[in-house]
């Protein structure tokens, strides 16, 4: 049921739509391609400008000891705050400014910005330009339809989320400005469409193993040791014994598409050896590494994960005197799923069924984004991915943002935002 208050911000939406739309093909006319992290402090100037106007309190969060960070390339995040009556319940909405790099295969420009067929396109539509603006544009029609909020209302614009989010919502959790005493909700408009809501992701272990070998003669290769062909052991017993288990592992996430419902491992990338081809050098290989991608379940342990691969790599020594493998941490990030009962997945799913007609389907991300900030750093554990476009046309040529999405969504983070936080 839609109350009249309710009716009148969805109302605004509408009478918003060409300025929503307006803002979002400026902020895809900024190409804000991380790497290397460009045009940040653009996209931050644009969402502080509308967030003032809007009355947010604003500040820049610029993560300058970050190793990322430069004065070519700075890290700036933007913070905006719209105190209410009483500073908590707080609902705080968060989007990446960056974008992945545009890639082959684009048929419109892709920081042009084009509108055609109810779509607008550009590298960020969907992921998550388009979702900056609904949710901006949410704030923006509460305000217009003179909706006094009780709760806060927060908005971040942060960096880097595609490579990993750390100058960005996790230094703003490391600041103190995503924390159980200053933060309820957080809502992430990526790109998982206006009918569903994320709840998490799966974990994320990246490890290398490097195996060593004995160079010798490349005209006498049975003199020394090929770390290549160690490493190709390694391979065949990820292939043989570990892929094998991991299938049979399920998670109870209603993860998306349904493959990623199992553990999974991927080599993202080997060198060794002689690697600038040509004729190069005869010699066998004494070095050779490689990267691997594993997600696992929170029904796994990272201990037990990590275990894993060491037995795998202990099991190839015992069994030969030659074989020496090292295995190196590279990053881990562990699995987050908020609680389907909590207050903010109730209250945004009764919404989207409200202004919809139809429930809300519970999804989780095969991939991890800034969730894992939220949780695991700010500790706030309501927090949920919800926004316009369709996450399979995220880092593709021709990436669009269906209009009407941008619309629904808006509505639905609007009203959501007036039932979480409560309105006169
Ligand atoms: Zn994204």
Redesign the pocket.
Known sequence: MITPLEQRIVEQVDVLREDMLGFLRELIRIPSINPPGDGYPSCARLVDDRLKALGFETRHVTAEHHPDHSAEYPRVNVVGRLPGRSPMPTLHFNG?TDVVPPGEGWTVDPFGGAVKDGRVYGRGAC??KG?IAAALFAAAAVREAGVDLRGSLEFSATVD??TGGFAGMDHLAREGLISPERTSYVIIP??FGPGRICLGHRGVYWFRIDTIGRTAHGSMPFLGVSAIGQMERVLRQIESTLVPALRKRVTDMPVDPPGARHATINVNGITGGQTDGGVGSPCVADRCSAVFDRRFLKEESFDDVRKEIEALIDGLAAADRDFNAELSDLMVVHPVETDPDAELVGTAARTIEDLTGAPADYVASPGT?DHKHVYNTGRVSQCIAYGPGLLHL?HQPDEYCEIDHLVQSCKVMAVTAVRLLGAD
């Open positions: 990446h992921d998550m979702g989320e595609e990526e790109p984004y995220a």
